[in-house]
């Protein structure tokens, strides 16, 4: 059963548009979710995160949406790079007792961003 | 600063054989995670550490898997009798022990498990 889904594997966009990057997940004990970058043969790069008491958090090009009632968040990037091409994983965490705040990820999407 | 670092970077192996794989954590990082990624798929978490104690092995998909953490830093995770479902790229992940959900997870470069 998955919990985190992206159900986009690749999405294509031209430079300068905006890149759009949908996740939805199931578990209502989520608290708190995050994007991750990965680029071929390096480990996921943390993006930006948002905690589930707030609907928008913005960061420079990224903004991350979250919408409790549709169990729904997207990551928009404004305006889109080359540099941008990556696979993009949406995570999310729910506390699982201690200090234990385990992932839960999505598949990816892979974005490309032409010029 | 050095981020968490992990090796060997690729392993190939033969089904069968033990394997081990190493992480090293940022320097003052007391929380560790190992997760693995198989093709077509998420992160899929194994196993926490806080610490040298591991509370929560519940994501181990079986008693062939095991890790250890010793000094409250280097992690090993030992996979016994390689199957070739083992293959995959096993990641290491670490982060300060603040105890809130906003605590950020650094993730090392991976190791490329590849069972023939």
């Known amino acids: 059963d998955q919990q985190v889904k992206q159900n986009s594997p690749s999405l294509s966009v031209q430079e300068g548009r905006i890149s759009i990057l949908n996740c939805d997940y199931t578990?209502?004990?989520?608290?708190?979710f995050l994007w991750y970058k990965k680029y071929p043969a390096e480990g996921p790069t943390f993006l930006i995160s948002?905690?589930?008491?707030?609907d928008k958090n913005e960061d420079g090009r990224f903004t991350v949406f979250l919408n409790k009632s549709a169990k729904h968040l997207s990551l928009h990037i404004v305006p889109s790079q080359p540099g941008d091409s990556a696979v993009y994983f949406c995570?999310?965490?729910?506390?699982?007792?201690?200090?234990?705040?385990?992932?839960?990820f999505g598949k990816g999407t892979l974005l490309t961003v032409n010029p | 600063g050095a981020g968490v670092s992990q090796s060997p970077s690729n392993k190939v192996t033969e089904k069968g054989k033990d394997v081990e794989l190493r992480c090293d954590p940022i320097?003052?990082?007391?929380?560790l995670y190992w997760y693995r990624q198989s093709l077509g798929q998420g992160l899929e978490f194994l196993i926490y550490?806080?610490?040298?104690?591991?509370?929560?092995k519940s994501g181990l998909p079986s008693d062939r898997f095991s890790a250890e953490r010793t000094g409250g830093s280097v992690s090993t995770l030992t996979i016994q009798r390689t199957q070739q479902e083992d293959s995959a790229v096993y990641l290491c992940?670490?982060?300060?022990?603040?105890?809130?959900?906003?605590?950020?997870?650094?993730f090392g470069p991976g190791t490329r498990l590849t069972v023939l």
């Open positions: 992940a670490s982060r300060t022990r603040q105890g809130a959900s906003t605590d950020t997870q650094y």
């Open positions: 578990n209502s004990m989520f608290d708190y």
């Open positions: 948002i905690s589930s008491i707030k």
């Open positions: 995570a999310a965490s729910a506390y699982s007792g201690g200090s234990n705040y385990k992932l839960t």
């Open positions: 320097s003052g990082h007391t929380a």
């Open positions: 550490f806080q610490g040298n104690s591991a509370p929560d």
